[in-house]
């Protein structure tokens, strides 16, 4: 049984209106999301011992989620990751985006998908939120309709992503929840054990833009299909951290990607998804600035990201995973996260 409240979270400056905070309840996870920009701002497991803590970083009032932050928690659109030089073509028309990540367009530019207010219904299991996208936001063309729609089943939240356009536009829609099976405000994750189900990765330039090669994990640090401990496989191959996508064996049914496991509280969560790649981000660029939850703070490498989505700069790349979507089709792609104590 999952249960499901709502509550007012804050007003949004200038008359912008209320944002509201939805509750999801199992007996093993209980989830907090908000409406402005489908934000998970609370997250809650059991360790071994039964005891709940919050592992995603963010904050406690809405004008931590107001003002500049790296996306904790927030649904990313209408593109997420990087597009090299904010510029790409479609039929034959170039269309150029706001550079906001120099000298490219990150996670669909300015006012992107995490921050706008969206439209929320809630479900008998979860909370569904819509919101209409208008011909030419952030540059981007054709009026898209999204839903994203979070469910919980005991320890599984699922995400659930739809779009349909008037226009043929790219389209690549991802969740950027921060984790740290510690709990939120731990120092860092290198303790850690991850696993990530790829044979190839994707190599990046000083921009973090995929040179365009498809290289294999084999003999290199992007081989984690069994588990690492992060700080030792930092330190072995002398690496600042992970900010790149691995590429996945795609189907039309959720399928195990990724696995994060913290030995000391015993907490684990595994990805399920039917996206091609997925971004493993051990927050390189937290730099301890910003005052997160119970005046908790955030340094390099106190949280992870696993943002399943397709390819960076595949709407320039032919040879990456389609990443048009077209006036008859449906964008529909699911990520499950399961919750659970090993």
């Not at 731990?186 to 995929?210: G, K, M, R």
């Not at 790149?244 to 795609?250: A, D, I, R, T």
């Not at 790649?277 to 730099?287: A, K, M, S, V």
Request: proline share 6%; charged share 20%; glycine share 10%.
């Amino acid at each position: 049984m999952t249960e499901v409240t709502r509550e007012k979270f804050g007003d949004l400056p200038h008359g912008g209106g209320a944002v509201e905070k939805f509750l999801l309840k199992s007996d093993a996870v209980e989830v907090e999301i908000i409406s402005l920009g489908c934000i998970i701002t609370a997250l809650k497991t059991k360790s071994r011992d039964g005891k709940f803590s919050d592992i995603v970083l963010g904050f406690d009032q809405l004008e931590g989620y107001i003002n500049k932050h790296p996306y904790f928690g927030a649904i990313i659109g209408r593109v997420a990751n990087r597009i090299a030089k904010g510029k790409f073509e479609v039929e034959g028309k170039e269309y150029q985006l706001a550079i906001n990540n120099a000298p490219n367009s990150l996670h669909g530019g300015i006012k992107g998908f995490d921050k706008v207010v969206w439209a929320p219904e809630v479900l008998s299991d979860g909370v569904q939120f819509f919101r209409i996208s208008p011909d030419g936001e952030e540059g981007y063309p054709g009026e898209l309709k999204v839903w994203v729609t979070y469910t919980l089943n005991s320890g599984e939240l699922t995400i659930n992503y739809r779009a349909q356009s008037s226009k043929t536009t790219p389209v690549n829609l991802t969740n950027h929840a921060y984790f740290n099976l510690a709990g939120q405000g731990s120092p860092n994750i290198y303790n850690h054990e991850f696993t990530i189900e790829a044979d190839s990765y994707l190599p990046v330039d000083e921009t973090q833009i995929p040179t365009g090669e498809i290289a294999s994990v084999q003999d290199t640090a992007f081989d984690l299909r069994k588990p690492v401990e992060l700080g030792s496989h930092l330190q072995k191959f002398q690496l600042g951290g992970f900010d790149h996508n691995f590429c996945l064996k795609q189907a039309k049914e959720p399928q195990f990607c990724a696995r994060a496991y913290h030995p000391p509280s015993g907490r684990t969560i595994e990805v399920y998804t039917t996206q091609p790649g997925i971004q493993f981000y051990t927050g390189n660029f937290l730099d301890g600035s910003l005052k997160g939850k119970g005046d908790c703070v955030y340094p390099k490498h106190s949280g992870f990201c696993l943002e399943s989505q397709n390819w960076p700069d595949a709407v320039n790349k032919p040879h990456f995973p389609n990443a048009l979507l077209y006036p008859d089709d449906e964008y529909r792609h699911i990520t499950c996260f399961k919750f659970f104590v090993s």
